[in-house]
């Protein structure tokens, strides 16, 4: 097998209006899902539907709905578009009428329904421009155009203006329970500035004609210029994958697994002779690798979410951090090693965790530095207890908020901790040169890669190495997936 490595020029940043929010109908009806169980199939009789979120009210057509799920228990009502788009809030109709072939027609009211899977329909409404993205901190996820003309930043060096066409990212952490928080602008020229701004609010338009007041409060990313209007992109933005090398599995359901890039293997020198002080990396041996496919980020909330439904698992504590597409925590390797079963289960492939020799491999993508970047700490790269980022030393980043390493991988340097599949050995110096673990009749403690939020800039080093015992649970310890290829 002949597969190219993979590299990215310039930021990698797919939003997550993918994955969990894929959904298969193939009946040519729409599926109305009751409360009590009852399913009906027909055409929803609506012309649009319309939400009321914290920051507007958005009416989407009903050619353009791909499924509405009602919220109860202080919930709230979710929509996903035929686009991906994903808004929450309050659903403002509150009958619906069901068009059925064979059977009259049945009005259902909406605190009865459960949740609706809509066919696609051949009905072209309007669609507006709207090349940018934007993702809100109660993980909604949509399409739109900035309609501010200028955003004016206070920062530590001072007042910034930028103009939305001079802003490459903006990235917003959330502060003191949503009161407040802090911004960072990183340009199209790479300078990064990280402040609050003089208005309350941004102005956007969705692809649907809504215009909504998002307050920054509110707001998580927003992304100019990398949606292409009018197409299904899947909202893969910038992305300069070679689409032989990407990967992401269909799922019974119709969903997709986790985004993967296939890289080609080969011979790195894995450790570091001078690491931390320790000998846990030394001495550095060369090693020989297959090809194999490896996450683009660490596992999400949602992909685990997912998982703990359909399964019956106690979902993992997030921290009041959020969930959506922060990286699941608080998951054992044990835990973690059930994930991959009942993905391969799943999609029918082989996934598993990482070797601890994949992962150095993957981390360094080409590499001989001390970091992805380089051999001395760099702000604005990961986040760590001391690397400037907007939640270093108190809480994990939605993955993917960094740029990614030379193979197009985000977060192999911060974030959270990586469960692997080894366990631990306090050196190399008796390892195999095909990077497989070693076997061992009992296993005390598995290794953990890549640092974390919590930790200094040292550890994120990608070499460093540490451990944990299998069965135990942290709020910096995630993991990422590896698939087989044949």
């Given at each position: 097998m002949s597969l190219r490595f993979v590299t990215l020029s310039g930021l990698l940043l797919i939003l997550f209006m993918t994955a969990s929010t894929s959904y298969a109908n193939t009946t040519g009806y729409d599926v109305v899902t009751l409360n009590n169980g009852d399913i009906y199939n027909g055409t929803v009789a609506q012309p649009r539907f319309t939400l009321k979120t914290d920051y507007g009210v958005v009416a989407i057509p009903y050619a353009r709905m791909a499924r509405l799920l009602l919220g109860g228990d202080g919930e709230p009502d979710r929509i996903t578009?035929?686009?991906?788009?994903?808004?929450?809030?309050?659903?403002?109709?509150?009958?619906?009428?069901?068009?059925?072939?064979?059977?009259?027609?049945?009005?259902?009211?909406?605190?009865?329904?459960?949740?609706?899977?809509?066919a696609h329909r051949t009905l072209r409404p309007k669609i507006h421009r709207t090349p940018d993205i934007v993702i809100t901190q109660n993980g909604d996820n949509f399409s739109a155009r900035v309609i501010s003309e200028a955003l004016m930043m206070a920062g530590k060096t001072g007042m910034k203006l930028a103009q939305p066409a001079d802003i490459q990212l903006l990235d917003v952490v959330s502060l003191n329970e949503g009161e407040d928080y802090l911004a960072q602008i990183t340009g199209n020229d790479g300078e990064i500035v990280q402040g609050r701004f003089a208005l309350p609010a941004v102005t956007v338009e969705t692809r649907f004609g809504s215009r909504l007041e998002i307050p920054f409060t509110h707001l998580s990313r927003l992304a100019?210029?990398?949606?292409?209007?009018?197409?299904?992109?899947?909202?893969?933005?910038?992305?300069?994958?070679?689409?032989?090398?990407?990967?992401?599995?269909?799922?019974?359901?119709?969903?997709?697994?986790?985004?993967?890039?296939?890289?080609?293997?080969?011979?790195?020198?894995?450790g570091d002779l001078q690491g931390d002080g320790d000998t846990d990396e030394q001495p550095p041996v060369k090693i020989h690798l297959?090809?194999?496919?490896?996450?683009?980020?660490?596992?999400?909330?949602?992909?685990?979410?997912?998982?703990?439904?359909?399964?019956?698992?106690?979902?993992p504590d997030d921290q009041e951090w959020g969930r959506g597409s922060r990286p699941v925590v608080n998951v054992s390797w044990e835990d973690a090693k059930a994930y991959t079963e009942w993905l391969s289960r799943r999609t029918e492939q082989r996934y598993r965790l990482p070797t601890d020799a994949e992962w150095e491999y993957a981390a360094r993508a080409g590499t001989h530095s001390r970091y992805w970047w380089g051999d001395d700490a760099k702000p604005y790269r990961a986040n760590c207890a001391e690397c400037s980022s907007l939640w270093d030393g108190e809480k994990s980043a939605p993955v993917g908020r960094f740029p990614p390493n030379p193979f197009g991988l985000h977060d192999t340097a911060g974030n959270v901790f990586e469960w692997v599949e080894d366990c631990w050995i306090d050196n190399f110096s008796e390892v195999s040169a095909d990077g497989k673990p070693s076997l061992q009749n009992e296993c005390g403690k598995r290794v953990i890669r890549g640092g974390a939020w919590s930790f200094p800039v040292k550890e994120i080093r990608s070499a460093n190495r540490w451990r944990d015992f299998p069965t135990r649970t942290s709020d910096d310890t995630g993991f990422r997936v590896v698939r087989e290829l044949d």
């Open positions: 578009t035929h686009f991906g788009d994903r808004f929450s809030g309050a659903l403002q109709e509150r009958e619906l009428t069901v068009l059925r072939v064979l059977d009259p027609t049945l009005p259902v009211a909406v605190e009865d329904i459960r949740e609706i899977q809509f100019p210029r990398v949606n292409h209007s009018g197409k299904r992109s899947r909202f893969l933005s910038v992305l300069r994958v070679n689409p032989a090398d990407l990967i992401q599995d269909g799922m019974r359901d119709g969903s997709l697994g986790p985004y993967m890039i296939a890289l080609g293997g080969g011979s790195f020198s894995r297959e090809p194999f496919a490896i996450g683009i980020y660490e596992v999400t909330f949602r992909e685990y979410d997912q998982f703990c439904d359909e399964t019956g698992r106690r979902k």
